[in-house]
């Protein structure tokens, strides 16, 4: 009698140990990491009024983004997010490496900002107007019946 329970006991406790490893596996956190911060090491190689616009990018690379109006400052961007299963993803670590450059070139000035740096921007909800004719549903369901025919033997000037 004890070999018919241990036949029914041993798939069992596999299907019990697997739906609790898939549960635990599901809940494990995603780690994403955006961007590349240099190592503390390599940054500190450059010092403000000694380094050319060349010269970083030799040492760390191309910026993440470039400041659109007068492209005198480089922007190195790191960003470390974590992800509990369908849950939003929460911000851990954002750091950003800030590279100001006077006019001839040279490094003026090195920052470095944290998330708690940045501030929370809220969207305006309202649109912007645009000009021209608002269609219905039916105009823009019908409105192009008729425009792309062929033309006609009597449509086409004469020779």
Known sequence: MSTGNNL?????????????????????????????????EILSEIKTGDHSRTEVEEILGTPSSVTMFDGEKWLYISERTETLAFLEPKLKERKVLIFSFNKKGIVSKIEILDAESGKEIQPVSRTTATSGSDFGFFQQMFGNLGRFNKPDASDSPER
Not at 10 to 28: D, E
Request: aromatic content about 12%; some cysteine; glycine content about 6%.
């Open 8 to 40: 029914f006991y041993k798939p069992l406790k596999i299907l019990i140990i697997s739906y609790f490893t898939i549960h635990l596996i599901g809940c494990t956190p995603k780690i994403d990491i955006r961007g590349n911060l240099p190592n503390p």
